[in-house]
């Protein structure tokens, strides 16, 4: 019995390696003061003094000298605004956050991230200001808004009193050098830079895919026109261009007499469709389009450049065209001095009539095109034709230079569900799949960082040919 008590006392004494005093050496722990032993900080059991001991996230309180969730009232103190002023918020698991939503973090222009953290914005949807840049929300007295819905017509521009029409909005977006949100809703204008008085330059971000509806016949949905004497650039990102009609129902018509870098449109996230012309005509103008949808339904093809700078990336162009069209997707029967780029696009099920010369793609001159593909277009005798320097794309009867011929492909070889406009990559057949199939850069031109749903290049076996990273 005296030698079983003196095991006893000898197990709480410092030659214990469990044994602790008041403190843990181990960060991780803390020490006990019932049994003298180290714990896992966070443990219900453990002792605290403070909340700054509690490092387990679900139990970040130190209420009753213990590591409780937050809302766990056992006597002492467990709200998160006096522990943890930095993570006011007590949510359903117990734990501490900083943010429920995008409101909690508006003050510091940051977004509400997943982890209940405010941090870096990725998207204009996640700020309440609807615009983010550079990975911060943009403070909406510095902002203009539009609203086809509001109530007190025409408005200011302020985010309590937007204007109603889009064409004000842009008008005062270029007046003022600030940034333009559109909201959600449906703009039946035909909007106009025509030969403006001083330069105009605008940015206009939309919420939830506004919709521009063309109101008159015989007008593009958008034009921009200049005489050349003052520079134009338009940035619009998230919009859908629609419904134009009559000889002249462009989806956007961009013309100039100057040198194309003096009219310039940035086209982002947007869509192109159902206009009885083209969806996009340029002559003279400078393009930047990235992950646009053209298509389906412009009656006379998806973009016609003549004179023109452009870099188009990651764009899909799709059931353009017709049995009376001159061309289905794309067609370049000049180019201008600048960027002439073609990179990471799809092209596919465009029509065009049967004396045409191409259906999918002709080039007058010779644009860098590399890492794209033609499927499925029809009613010209070739999909691709002319001096275009094709570079690691995929069409039918291709060759050289890397090119895939995908004669004798079927559409479900290649792509996910062509059938439904559905042109994600699949990895089944090896003579037809467009995975991996392409180069990092063209000519010294890079191929785009990430692909027309905005996930990272290159994908998990390397650069893809089209639209859509695998």
Request: charged share 15%; aromatic share 6%; with cysteine.
């Amino acid at each position: 019995m005296k030698y079983a008590l003196l095991l006893l006392l000898w197990g709480c004494t410092e030659l214990d390696p469990l044994y602790c005093a008041s403190s843990c050496a181990n960060p991780t722990e803390l020490c006990d003061l019932r049994t003298h032993t180290c714990r896992p900080r966070g443990d219900g059991g453990v002792q605290c003094t403070s909340a700054s001991q509690c490092l387990d996230p679900s139990r970040p309180i130190c209420s009753g000298g213990k590591c409780v969730s937050c809302g766990h009232n056992d006597g002492g103190t467990d709200d998160c605004a006096v522990s943890h002023p930095t993570r006011p918020l007590c949510a359903q698991s117990g734990a501490c956050l900083e943010c429920f939503s995008a409101s909690d973090c508006a003050a510091r222009h940051f977004a509400c991230q997943s982890d209940g953290n405010c941090g870096a914005c990725s998207a204009h949807s996640e700020c309440t200001s609807g615009y983010c840049s550079q990975g911060f929300c943009g403070d909406p007295a510095e902002l203009i808004y539009v609203n086809a819905a509001a109530k007190n017509c025409p408005g200011s521009g302020t985010v309590g009193a937007p204007f109603c029409t889009f064409q004000s909005g842009l008008d005062a977006g270029a007046a003022t050098k600030k940034v333009v949100v559109v909201a959600t809703g449906s703009y039946m204008e035909n909007l106009k830079v025509q030969n403006p008085a001083g330069d105009f330059i605008v940015t206009l971000v939309g919420l939830g895919q506004p919709v521009l509806t063309a109101n008159l016949i015989n007008q593009p949905v958008l034009l921009l026109s200049s005489d050349g004497s003052h520079k134009i650039s338009l940035s619009l990102d998230g919009f859908v261009i629609e419904n134009a009609v009559g000889a002249n129902g462009h989806g956007i018509q961009c013309k100039s007499l100057g040198d194309p870098a003096t009219t310039r449109i940035k086209l982002i996230r947007s869509t192109v469709r159902k206009n009885l012309q083209h969806g996009v005509d340029s002559n003279s103008c400078e393009l930047e389009f990235d992950a646009d949808t053209i298509g389906p339904g412009n009656a006379q093809g998806g973009l016609l450049l003549q004179s023109s700078n452009f870099v188009i990336t990651n764009t899909l162009v799709a059931r353009n065209g017709g049995s009376d069209a001159t061309f289905g997707g794309l067609y370049i029967s000049s180019h201008g001095s600048g960027a002439t780029v073609l990179l990471n696009n799809t092209v596919a099920y465009n029509q065009a009539k049967a004396n045409a010369t191409a259906s999918g793609l002709h080039c007058l001159q010779a644009p860098l095109v590399a890492n794209s593909v033609w499927f499925g277009n029809s009613g010209a005798a070739a999909e691709v034709s002319g001096s275009c320097q094709l570079d690691h794309c995929a069409y039918s009867g291709a060759s050289q230079n890397g090119n895939l011929n995908l004669s004798g492909c079927m559409a479900d070889m290649t792509f996910k569900a062509a059938s439904s406009d559905d042109y994600h990559l699949v990895n089944h057949s090896v003579n037809c799949t467009l995975v991996g199939r392409g180069v990092p850069s063209s000519q010294g031109t890079s191929a785009p960082l990430a692909d027309h749903d905005g996930r990272p290049r290159p994908g998990k076996s390397g650069y893809s040919i089209g639209a859509f990273e695998y």
